[in-house]
T-cell receptor, first 111, second 114 residues
Framework: GEDVEQSLFLSVREGDSSVINCTYT??????LYWYKQEPGAGLQLLTY?????DMKQDQRLTVLLNKKDKHLSLRIADTQTGDSAIYFC???????????FGTGTKLQVIP | DAGVTQSPTHLIKTRGQHVTLRCSPI?????VSWYQQVLGQGPQFIFQ???????GRGNFPDRFSARQFPNYSSELNVNALLLGDSALYLC?????????????FGPGTRLTVL
């Protein structure tokens, strides 16, 4: 079955790097995503990685995928107070768009 | 350009009642998916519709149903409401039904069941 796990909370100082980790169980996962959710807002897709990649960089965001260990991480460089939000790891292994989300990691950025 | 819109924003119902939630996808998008997000948890997939046909269904009881209209807007219906149905219901649209297509989420409808 599909299961996606994340730690619940992360606190970092402004300007430091944040690393949010995620593990998943479905070895047939094709796409792995990181979403951001701010209070009162919907989900915003930050980035995604295809399962045959091991790294993707997009400005301040770096995604690392260890397919052997089924481990995904999101690194945010130079974390800002505007990065405070809940970050969801998610995976898609079906032929359609059933996306399985983790429980979310709340990132708190301390000024 | 308008994003995904959902109505109503908030809704309060009592147990046993029925509710209809509405979603309008981004113009040109033909696929709509529905998710339930209980407080403190990640969203859970309920349905996906593409070209007015159901393409996927999550692990939800038959009290949950949905449909998609010719203009690609969608409705989610929940019958015989339970307290546990209280959640944020999110709608997402995408160009097609393919797994790799980016899904754009609406702001959600907050349903409270008393």
């Amino acid at each position: 079955g599909e299961d996606v796990e994340q730690s619940l909370f992360l606190s970092v100082r402004e300007g430091d790097s944040s690393v949010i980790n995620c593990t998943y169980t479905d070895s047939s996962s094709t796409y792995l995503y990181w979403y951001k959710q701010e209070p009162g807002a919907g989900l915003q897709l930050l980035t995604y990685i295809f399962s045959n990649m091991d790294m993707k960089q997009d400005q301040r965001l770096t995604v690392l995928l260890n397919k052997k260990d089924k481990h995904l991480s999101l690194r945010i460089a130079d974390t800002q107070t505007g990065d405070s939000a809940i970050y969801f790891c998610a995976e898609n292994s079906g032929g359609y768009q059933k996306v399985t989300f983790g429980t979310g990691t709340k990132l708190q950025v301390i000024p | 350009d308008a994003g995904v819109t959902q109505s109503p924003t908030h809704l309060i119902k009592t147990r046993g009642q029925h509710v209809t939630l509405r979603c309008s996808p981004i113009s040109g998008h033909k696929s709509v998916s529905w998710y339930q997000q209980v407080l403190g948890q990640g969203p859970q997939f309920i349905f996906q519709y593409y070209e007015k046909e159901e393409r996927g269904r999550g692990n939800f009881p038959d009290r949950f149903s949905a449909r998609q209209f010719p203009n690609y807007s969608s409705e989610l219906n929940v019958n015989a409401l339970l307290l546990g149905d209280s959640a944020l219901y999110l709608c997402a649209s995408s160009l097609s039904a393919r797994a790799g297509d980016t899904q754009y989420f609406g702001p959600g409808t907050r349903l409270t069941v008393l």
